[in-house]
């Protein structure tokens, strides 16, 4: 039997541009990878999402945005 090794993920978060769409792979905890196929629309959110978290984690406050 072969040993058993622990997974880790499977390498780095990727993001990669495939006809067009956009796919994003992540890696999890426990091994696998999460795919998740996108739009360029809903790249932006979830870029604009996630610059926004992080921004708050350290404590930069982000513009206000009116008008949408």
């Given at each position: 039997?072969?040993?058993?090794k622990?997974?880790?993920?499977?390498?780095?978060?990727?993001?990669?541009?495939?006809?067009?769409?956009?796919?994003?792979?992540?890696?999890?905890?426990?091994?696998?990878?999460?795919?998740?196929?996108?739009?360029?629309?809903?790249?932006?959110?979830?870029?604009?999402?996630?610059?926004?978290?992080?921004?708050a984690?350290?404590?930069?406050?982000?513009?206000?945005?009116?008008?949408?």
């Open positions: 039997m072969a040993a058993m622990p997974r880790t993920g499977d390498g780095p978060l990727e993001v990669v541009k495939e006809g067009r769409g956009i796919i994003m792979r992540v890696p999890l905890e426990g091994g696998g990878r999460l795919v998740v196929e996108l739009t360029p629309g809903e790249a932006g959110e979830l870029g604009g999402a996630l610059t926004s978290v992080v921004e984690a350290r404590g930069v406050v982000p513009p206000v945005v009116s008008g949408s």
